[in-house]
C-alpha cells in the first residue's frame, strides 16, 4: 500500500460529506491510498480511498479522527476557503451597522 500525505489550510469553518459538524479553521492532513494493481498488460491504480484526519480536544485518547472525503469535494471546498470575503475582514453584520440609515 502507498500512502501519499499532503497538508492543507482551511481560513475558515468548513464541512465536508461524513462530518459531523463543521471543522475550525486551520491545517488538516489529507491521505490518499493509491494502491496498485498488477493487470497481465500494465500496473493499474485501483480507486483510490482519499481522508482527512480531524484533530480531537487535547485530553482525548486518540490523537485525530479520520474521516473518508471525496477529493472533488475537498478541491470545491479549498476552492470556497480561497475566494475573497464579500465583506472584506469584516462580518456582514459589522458591513451593514455601518451603512448609513435610510428614512
Known amino acids: 500500500m502507498a ?3 499532503k497538508t492543507v489550510i482551511f481560513t475558515r469553518p468548513f464541512r465536508l460529506s461524513g462530518m459531523d459538524e463543521h471543522q475550525p479553521p486551520g491545517i488538516y492532513t489529507i491521505e490518499t ?4 494493481i498488477a493487470t497481465a498488460s500494465r500496473p ?3 480507486r483510490p480511498e482519499t481522508w ?3 484533530p480531537l480536544p487535547p485530553g482525548d485518547a486518540a490523537a485525530s479522527e479520520v474521516v473518508i472525503i471525496d477529493p472533488a469535494e ?3 471546498a479549498l476552492a470556497q476557503d480561497a475566494l475573497p470575503e464579500p465583506y472584506g475582514p469584516e ?5 451593514a451597522a455601518r451603512q448609513p440609515r435610510r428614512s
Open 3 to 5: 500512502i501519499r500525505s
Open 44 to 46: 493499474a491504480l485501483h
Open 91 to 95: 462580518t456582514a453584520a459589522e458591513h
Open 52 to 54: 482527512i484526519r480531524i
Open 33 to 36: 491510498d493509491s494502491d496498485q
Open 74 to 76: 475537498l478541491e470545491a
